[in-house]
């Protein structure tokens, strides 16, 4: 197999998990917010809007302050992550943007970046968010 039709069986790897995790993440966010935490590593941090929120502790308390939300993804770009620098992990960069209410706010456009990072949980894969990043963009 030639270089390019391995990078291109990557890339097309990293399209769908990038397309199910968005699905999952954004119906998990609006409907079922108490079990997002199960989406992040023990380890990950959430930067958003510039503040810092590290492990499922505070990632738990993080979200409960959210009002309740309908996001809606216009955007959604992935790729790959070299294995040379993520030490042979499998890793996928996943860009979104749209637009979100909360409840008892205005509506405002976002963007988000996902690190995901593939898990091996039983015996099967598991696509866990190692850092995700969200910002207001108005």
């Known amino acids: 197999m030639s270089m390019s039709v391995k990078f291109e069986t990557y ?3 990293a399209c769908k998990t990038a397309e199910e995790f968005a699905n999952i993440y954004y119906e998990t966010m609006d409907k079922r917010r108490q079990i997002l ?21 505070a990632l738990n308390n993080f979200f409960a302050t959210l009002p309740s939300s309908d996001f809606q993804v216009t955007l959604l770009d992935c790729q790959p992550v070299h294995e040379q620098a993520t030490q042979s ?13 909360f409840d008892g706010n205005k509506e405002h456009y976002f963007n988000q970046n996902f690190l995901l990072t593939a898990q091996t949980v039983l015996g099967s894969t598991v696509w866990k968010i190692a850092s995700d990043c969200f910002r207001f963009q108005d």
């Open 11 to 13: 890339v097309d790897q």
């Open 37 to 57: 935490p199960k989406l992040y590593l023990d380890t990950a941090t959430l930067i958003w809007n510039g503040n810092v929120v590290m492990g499922l502790d």
């Open 89 to 101: 992990q499998s890793t996928v960069l996943v860009v979104t943007s749209g637009t979100v209410k």
